[in-house]
């Protein structure tokens, strides 16, 4: 029994090498912190239950991240407030994992608000972790939605006023209003009979999970003393006699012995109920690849440009015909708020193996359509790529001498064929023309994709087949 009290949870890491401190063995927690308290905890019930194997913890920003230095299980970090939303997505992806959001008072009661009581409201089948210690910790101890009335932070040097800051949310009671949660309990960390308290509600909300029975949340106030500015035995008597006054202690919600355990249906549609559920037509033509030379097979592409230039129809369009083709393809659109005017890119992969993130740092091909986005994305270009630049907008050259450069005056060009925003159009035929990437044949039948009023096919047919015709005559022997 001692053995297994004081040895270290199967469920961590023996060294934790992610840990950028010295000492690999040691968490790197300020002394006093909940946090290590709260792991073993969890890493305990994990082990007992037999689930890290499965198990995924979700951590976003905040102390909590550092969760993934020590857990042995499956790890995501997650945008700030964010972890409900991803957990609910893993958690319906793998029904089978015990997915955790692990989450401090400033990431779910601030900018995760949202977030959290949509899962709970949801009754995802997930169980969260809620540390309250009354202050953003990691950033420098400003005020948190959960700082007490008169409590001095960095941010509240006088004391956070109900009037000004407005009063400390309670998450627990918020949570226990809405119908779908099972199971809601909050717990604090001040003495070991209230750390042993908290040890048995880490282990039901987790039990609970893995009997399938809903969403569960503990919230444990935990101590901070290098925010609170403390040594830690204070910090512990200021939970116990200042904390506990504004969110009591105990069971806010237990549905476990009446709720019925989730059925677990997962749908995996084959290749044709996909195409069904999506209205996709079957495809009988086929289009072979082509014999494309082998420094531009594979292209990481970025297209830039400003908003109503056609930069993610380009960027779409050059994964459909990729597709058509049976690349593997992802694109990846990027812009600011503006529909018109504003900035806009695109990243795009055509790869003949999978595509392991669809982010294009450095692009083998960049496609610019104004000088902003040459002058900004120029010295990301892959030595030996390739920059595509609209000539007929851009009035400088670009400086690069260890790139191919394509000069197309894609502007004048589809104003002459009588309307200049099928640019971006003569730009996806010289790109095929110029690597041999794609056939006529390939991007003609990408535009019935592509082009949503039929009526304007026509007349981008004829800017890919006017911007083929010069990628062809410019391509490099």
Not at 19 to 26: H, L
Not at 163 to 181: D, R, T, Y
Not at 369 to 385: A, H, I, M, T
Not at 386 to 394: A, C, E, F, M, T
Request: aromatic share 8%; proline share 6%.
């Amino acid at each position: 029994m001692a053995d297994k009290v004081l040895r270290k949870p199967r469920s961590f890491y023996d060294l934790y090498e992610r840990n950028p401190s010295a000492d690999k063995k040691m968490p790197h927690y300020c002394p006093g912190c909940g946090h290590g308290n709260v792991h073993k905890f969890i890493a305990e019930a994990l082990d007992d239950f037999k689930v890290a194997d499965r198990t995924i913890f979700i951590s976003p920003v905040g102390c909590s991240v550092f969760a993934y230095y020590y857990f042995d299980t499956g790890n995501i970090q997650a945008a700030h407030g964010r972890a409900p939303a991803v957990a609910t997505g893993i958690k319906r992806a793998h029904p089978h994992s015990i997915v955790i959001s692990y989450q401090g008072d400033g990431d779910l009661a601030a900018i995760g608000t949202a977030e959290i009581l949509h899962a709970a409201n949801r009754g995802e089948n997930i169980t969260v972790f809620f540390i309250n210690n009354a202050i953003y910790g990691m950033t420098g101890g400003q005020m948190a939605p959960t700082t007490l009335i008169d409590q001095k932070t960095t941010t509240t040097p006088y004391g956070r006023k109900p009037q000004n800051e407005g009063f400390p949310v309670k998450v627990a009671e918020l949570i226990s209003q809405l119908e779908a949660p099972v199971y809601v309990e909050r717990v604090a960390l001040f003495d070991n009979k209230h750390r042993a308290k908290a040890r048995m509600a880490v282990r039901k909300a987790i039990k609970n999970q893995v009997d399938n029975l809903g969403f569960s949340l503990v919230e444990i106030l935990s101590p901070c003393p290098s925010g609170w500015k403390m040594d830690p035995v204070d910090s512990l008597k200021w939970i116990e006699e200042e904390m506990v006054k504004v969110f009591p202690l105990g069971v806010y919600k237990d549905l476990t012995k009446e709720v019925e355990p989730y059925e677990i249906h997962e749908f995996k549609p084959d290749a044709e109920e996909i195409k069904e559920l999506l209205g996709l037509k079957e495809e009988t033509r086929s289009f072979k690849r082509l014999d494309v030379p082998q420094k531009y097979r594979n292209p990481e592409i970025k297209i830039a440009g400003f908003g109503g230039q056609g930069v993610l129809l380009l960027g779409a369009a050059l994964a459909q015909a990729g597709m058509l083709q049976d690349y593997h393809v992802s694109w990846l659109p990027s812009y600011g708020p503006e529909m018109r005017g504003g900035t806009a890119n695109c990243h795009v992969n055509i790869r003949e193996i999978e595509i392991g993130t669809p982010v294009v740092a450095n692009p083998s091909i960049l496609i610019a359509l104004n000088r902003p986005s040459l002058e900004k994305f120029e010295s990301d270009v892959q030595p030996g790529g390739v920059i595509i630049y609209d000539s007929s907008l851009i009035d400088i050259t670009p400086s690069r001498t260890d790139v191919e450069v394509l000069p197309i005056p894609a502007t004048k060009m589809a104003d002459e064929l009588g309307n200049t925003r099928i640019a971006n159009m003569v730009v996806l035929g010289a790109i095929a023309g110029y690597t041999n990437f794609f056939d006529l044949d390939t991007l003609f039948e990408t535009l019935k994709a592509a082009i949503k009023r039929k009526k304007l096919i026509e007349i981008n047919r004829k800017a890919v087949e006017t911007g083929y015709k010069f990628g062809l005559e410019h391509r490099k022997p």
